[in-house]
């Protein structure tokens, strides 16, 4: 695990000044060495946090033996050894993964080589024999790629904060993206915050062409939505029981200690059972949200007893959060409004402190396995639509009635805008527009419909919006970033591409059978884990953050940054936020300003 970055000029000499910054900037992402390559109009930057071959002959930006490749890589090849084996032409300097990339992509060029990898990836190679530079991004989205690109510049790095420091670009706010992030809580790729600065779409790739300067973009990879699979439920779970150990050991290898996050719930117990299983002294950490209602620390100590696993714990309470708040959201080169950043990043911390520098985490679980609460509440929702149609005079209207008004009001919905709202019920167009003084058109369900590409949802078409949308641009994200600034390698077992496309392909109707979210893997953790930590009341991993930001947060709104710069008028945030109840968006506002703070005021 690392970062990277990097600078293509069509014809102007590149600034090493600026690109040394740049690599300064993301040198929490690998504090152990750097590396620069330098050309005239060429730069490569790496910085590293080695977990597999901890020598200097892992050392990046590496080289073919000819010197005519070299690349910059942050991420893991799991199957590298396997893909090493049918490498037995060339001669290896390392045990490293990154090497077995450029030698496969030398025998099978770039699109056969990345087919092969198991992994998470975010790499350019630079082949000056080809005077090609190409960039590569993983199936799922797991490591990050952020690039700028004009008619005469080719700029790269792991994190925004790296881009921003080259002076090539100008750092303006992306409108759209400003509007996207108040409907969705989090920025949707391709766009981030920043005009002109993209993020490198999850299963992508970008080659460019030296000579002509120009850049093509190609999708490598696509997950199939069609459940072509005809499977019983047995042989169902027997297939994924299988994968799920494959990832989990292909995860557990590494030239240094490896742990686990285990929350208590059913996926990561799960990961941790089975990692004990390889791996006997293997350590495992967990955070105790406060007050209780939010800990599920009970059913962390439940498995590590059962499971004899080592647990380290911390908790965290308002004191924990007021004392760190201000330096974790100036880790977000976005505005990001996922509460659960906070503990993501206490929990990364304390794996830090522990001495250890990598683990394996459960994220994914929900989408793949079909998990998360609100397909269940779409899913109750849809059926009470269905009577009410049946019955749209007085019968109707009274059956409605006896289940409250937020059933009244979601049934005249369109499925589209149901999901939205029982996801997550933030900012309509119209409310951005009102507030910042925008004229968007677009509707709020855009991203859904284009991902899906039609205008209505199914209940089996939710697991795979949110795998391309929340998965990638929130939970991804949220992670990567809490775990690098802390120095810290997450792996996430199911998220095993294997994995994803068998769950995908499988009947739907095992995913929620008898309405019990995520059947399949509960079923394969009866034989790992104890039943009343399998089968109890989810919880999400969150924070009472509202309870514990300053409580003079309404005037530092008002008389904040935003309304300093007209981003927003001050009559305005002043009627917001006596009208608004919904405790989301005035959190969604506050980061605003606080991300605002941080990136135009206080840098």
């Known amino acids: 695990m690392c970062g990277i970055t990097g600078h293509f000029s069509k014809n102007k000499a590149i600034n090493k000044n600026e690109c040394l910054l740049m690599s300064d900037a993301i040198k929490h992402r690998g504090p152990e060495s750097f590396g620069n390559y330098f050309e005239e109009n060429i730069y490569l930057g790496h910085r590293r946090l080695s977990l597999i071959d901890l020598s200097e ?7 073919d033996a000819e010197r005519n490749v070299v690349i910059v890589f942050n991420g893991e090849i799991y199957n590298y050894q396997e893909i090493k084996n049918e490498l037995s032409e060339f001669i290896f300097n390392s045990n490293s993964d990154t090497e077995v990339i450029i030698y496969a992509y030398k025998k099978w060029g770039i699109e056969k080589a990345i087919q092969k990898f198991n992994g998470m990836f975010a790499f350019c190679i630079y082949d000056k024999e080809k005077r090609q530079a190409f960039f590569v991004r993983d199936r799922v989205g797991i490591k990050p790629f952020v690039y700028y690109a004009d008619n005469e510049n080719f ?13 090539t670009i100008t750092k303006l706010i992306n409108k759209k993206s400003v509007a996207e ?8 790729s391709p766009n981030t915050i920043f005009e002109n600065i993209n993020k490198l779409s999850a299963g992508y790739l970008l080659k460019l062409d030296l000579d002509t300067f120009t850049l093509e973009e190609k999708q490598y990879w696509k997950l199939n939505k069609d459940r072509y699979l005809h499977l019983s439920e047995k042989e169902i779970i027997k297939k994924a029981d299988e994968l799920i150990h494959k990832a989990i050991e292909y995860r557990l290898v590494a030239d240094t200690e490896v742990g686990t996050f285990l929350s208590g719930g059913v996926d990561s117990s799960l990961i941790s059972a089975i990692a004990k299983q390889k791996k006997k002294g293997i350590k495992a950490f967990s955070i105790d949200i406060q007050p209780q209602k939010y800990s599920e620390i009970e059913f962390a100590k439940n498995i590590a007893i059962e499971k004899r696993i080592s647990l ?6 308002e004191k924990e959060f007021r004392a760190k708040f201000d330096d974790i959201i100036k880790c977000y080169d976005e505005p990001f409004a996922d509460s659960s950043f906070v503990p993501t990043f206490i929990l990364t911390k304390l794996l830090a402190d522990s001495g250890l520098k ?24 849809q059926q009470i639509k269905k009577v009410y149609e049946l019955f749209p005079d007085k019968l109707g ?3 409605l009635s006896l289940m409250g008004n937020r059933s009244l009001n979601y049934i005249m919905l369109n499925s589209m805008q149901m999901y939205r709202k029982v996801q997550f019920d933030r900012f309509s167009v119209s409310e951005i527009n009102e507030l910042f003084g925008y004229n968007f058109t677009f509707t709020e369900e855009l991203l859904l419909k284009k991902v899906m590409g039609k205008d209505e949802l199914k209940l089996s078409d939710l697991s795979f919006i949110d795998f391309n949308t929340f998965l990638l641009d929130d939970i991804l994200y949220k992670v990567d970033i809490a775990s690098m600034a802390n120095s810290i390698e997450l792996r996430v077992p199911l998220l095993d591409h294997n994995l994803v496309e068998f769950m995908f392909s499988v009947s739907f109707k095992y995913l929620y059978k008898n309405r019990n979210l995520k059947y399949i893997l509960k079923k394969i953790s009866e034989n790992y884990i104890p039943n009343k930590n399998i089968y109890r009341k989810k919880k999400g991993f969150s924070a009472p953050v509202m309870e514990w930001i300053d409580k003079d947060f309404k005037s530092e709104l008002i008389s904040g940054n935003l ?4 981003i927003i008028g001050q009559v305005k945030m002043q009627n917001f936020l006596k009208k608004e109840t919904n405790q989301g968006k005035i959190w969604q506002m506050y980061i605003f300003e606080k991300w605002f703070s941080n990136y135009f005021l206080y840098e």
């Open 57 to 63: 002959t892992g050392h990046q930006p590496m080289w």
């Open 358 to 381: 990598c683990a394996l985490s459960g994220d994914g679980g929900d989408e793949v396995f079909f998990g998360y609460n609100w397909y269940a509440n779409f899913s109750k929702l």
């Open 181 to 188: 992030y108040f409907i969705y809580r989090y920025v949707p």
């Open 563 to 566: 309304v300093k710069n007209n």
């Open 312 to 317: 380290i714990t911390q908790q965290v309470n």
């Open 155 to 167: 700029i790269f790095a792991s994190e925004l904060k790296s881009l921003l420091k080259n002076a």
């Open 397 to 399: 209207q009274k059956i």
